[in-house]
């Protein structure tokens, strides 16, 4: 069967016009293929939103100036005496590293990830060991953790450290007593290393 002739036939400018605007297309399609192979890159910047980091700077973290380093000002200065001397004594007598942070902020980062950081940044322990211990205090977001490096956590594993922060820190903290929870917290992390 054949279709009738309606009578009705596009204007051939109409076809010309139409031809040029997909040779137009073709042609500039192929000079953007020869473009991006050329350079590699692409001739308009197209971002990749999976590659773009959620906190694209690194924490700026407060300078190792001892064995306590209380950047949130909650320890008296006879408070890091005693754990500065406590501390000391169980590093003389096994190498165990424990190191004391408080800090005004996490700066975006879960105290996880930036106890993780800090730890590694710091060198906290012996590279031989991997022995240190960060006791992190974040008042101002409600967040305290115990982070192990990888020597010590058959000994200081996850579930003695979160009964240190249950049993030992937190219940002075909800006092208000921030000094008597990272007191009670250390002396707590101490008895563990040094049995």
């Known amino acids: ?15 010309v016009a139409g031809s040029l605007v997909v040779v137009t297309a073709v042609i500039t399609g192929l000079v953007i293929w020869i473009a991006l192979q050329s350079t590699g890159k692409p001739t308009t910047p197209q971002p990749n939103i999976s590659t773009v980091p959620v906190n694209p700077t690194a924490p700026a973290f407060p300078k190792l100036t001892g064995r306590v380093v209380d950047e949130a000002r909650l320890l008296s200065e006879d408070d890091e005496r005693e754990l500065t001397t406590n501390l000391k004594a169980l590093e003389d007598k096994n190498t165990d590293q424990v190191v004391v942070v408080t800090l005004p902020s996490l700066q975006g980062y879960s105290i996880e990830e930036y106890g993780r950081r800090l730890g590694n940044y710091w060198g906290v322990g012996t590279r031989e060991k991997h022995n240190g211990v960060l006791v992190l205090v974040a008042p101002n977001e409600h967040k305290v953790r115990i982070e192990v490096g990888t020597g010590l956590e058959p000994v200081l594993t996850d579930s003695v450290a979160k009964k240190i922060i249950d049993e030992n820190i937190v219940p002075r903290f909800r006092e ?4 008597a929870g990272i007191r009670d917290g250390v002396n707590a992390i101490l008895m563990v290393l040094a049995s």
């Open 176 to 179: 208000g007593n921030f000094p």
């Open 1 to 15: 069967m054949r279709f009738r002739d309606s009578g009705r036939r596009t204007p051939l400018w109409i076809t």
